[in-house]
């Protein structure tokens, strides 16, 4: 960023320690393409969540389990799971940080979502069966 500072404050601490640079004409043309490699980069990262939310936008994952009476697994179905289910059905890898779900303890269908970047995510359905 583009800031005014005291000259001494310039001079005596920032210019030393490296903290600052003085802004030259070369300087800001320097920091004027940083900020544009980095918009773009941060495009592209859009883009590619855009792209991986409307792969997985309304799949389902079924996972196949072991249940007891009542349908109450042994067990449960975290988000580590979906993940990984996720991983191995569609070849996306999702970091388990980034699914929603609560932890699933009963057999049945569950609406979960997937958060891919700031404000894009999805919603997928997981039905857990028995064995």
Known sequence: DVVNASDGHAR?????????????????????????????????????????????????????????????????ITSKDIAEEIDKNFNIKVDKKKVVADTIKHLGSYDIEVKLYAEISTKMKVVVCEK
């Open 12 to 76: 005596n601490f920032l210019f030393p320690r490296k903290l600052a640079k003085e802004a030259t004409e070369s300087n800001l043309h320097v920091l004027n393409n940083q900020k544009d490699k980095a918009m773009r980069e941060k495009q592209a990262e859009i883009e590619a969540a855009q792209g991986l939310a409307s792969k997985l936008r309304g799949k389902e994952i079924k996972i196949v389990t072991k249940a007891g009476e009542g349908g109450r697994l042994f067990g449960a």
